[in-house]
């Protein structure tokens, strides 16, 4: 069962999910954040830039965050707006940051169709920067995994 829930997740989840605009979690607007590409390279390191800017992918297993287990806020490395809040973020074995949920209205989603089958890419709704691919193989509550680039956040501890 566990094989079939993860090639139709795999397969059909991206489609059922890239309509995916979850509600602003408050009243305030999130004001996007527009710089210049030259703007980009100053604000950010180079493998940064490669994953923010340009939907780049770190290696598994390469970032601490993987291993933090304090309460805190995992927000964007581009522009700082809070993601993920630590009681979301689950050991999936990926080697990526995994979260169940993020923080409504932070992120926005596309089709990614990189590896031929379609993904559903999630990037920070003020900078656009990319963040990762979200799927359908996690845990409850949700039964997702938002898998993030490492280095595409920063975390706050609580």
Same mark, same amino acid.
């Given at each position: 069962?566990?094989?079939?829930?993860?090639?139709?997740?795999?397969?059909?989840?991206?489609? /059922?999910?890239?309509?995916?605009?979850?509600?602003?979690?408050?009243?305030?607007?999130?004001?996007?954040?527009?710089?210049?590409?030259?703007?980009?390279?100053?604000? /950010?390191?180079?493998?940064?830039?490669?994953?923010?800017?340009?939907?780049?992918?770190? &290696?598994?297993?390469?970032?601490?965050?993987?291993?933090?287990?304090?309460?805190?806020?995992?927000?964007?490395?581009?522009?700082?707006?809070? /993601?993920?809040?630590?009681?979301?973020?689950?050991?999936?074995?990926?080697?990526?940051?995994?979260?169940?949920?993020?923080?409504?209205?932070?992120?926005?989603?596309?089709?990614?169709?990189?590896?031929?089958?379609?993904?559903?890419?999630? &990037?920070?709704?003020?900078?656009?920067?990319?963040?990762? &691919?979200?799927?359908?193989?996690?845990?409850?509550?949700?039964?997702?995994?938002?898998?993030?680039?490492?280095?595409?956040?920063?975390?706050?501890?609580?």
């Amino acid at each position: 069962m566990k094989r079939r829930r993860f090639v139709l997740s795999t397969l059909l989840g991206p489609l /059922l999910l890239s309509g995916l605009r979850p509600a602003r979690a408050h009243d305030e607007p999130i004001v996007p954040l527009k710089l210049s590409d030259t703007e980009w390279r100053k604000r /950010l390191s180079p493998p940064q830039y490669k994953i923010l800017r340009e939907a780049g992918t770190e &290696h598994a297993f390469s970032s601490p965050l993987n291993k933090e287990k304090r309460d805190g806020i995992y927000a964007c490395a581009g522009c700082d707006l809070p /993601l993920f809040e630590s009681s979301a973020k689950f050991d999936s074995g990926t080697g990526w940051p995994s979260f169940t949920q993020p923080i409504k209205g932070h992120v926005e989603t596309s089709l990614d169709f990189k590896n031929i089958w379609p993904r559903t890419e999630y &990037h920070c709704a003020r900078c656009g920067g990319h963040q990762g &691919h979200v799927f359908d193989d996690g845990p409850e509550p949700t039964g997702q995994r938002w898998c993030n680039n490492g280095l595409a956040l920063k975390f706050t501890p609580a």
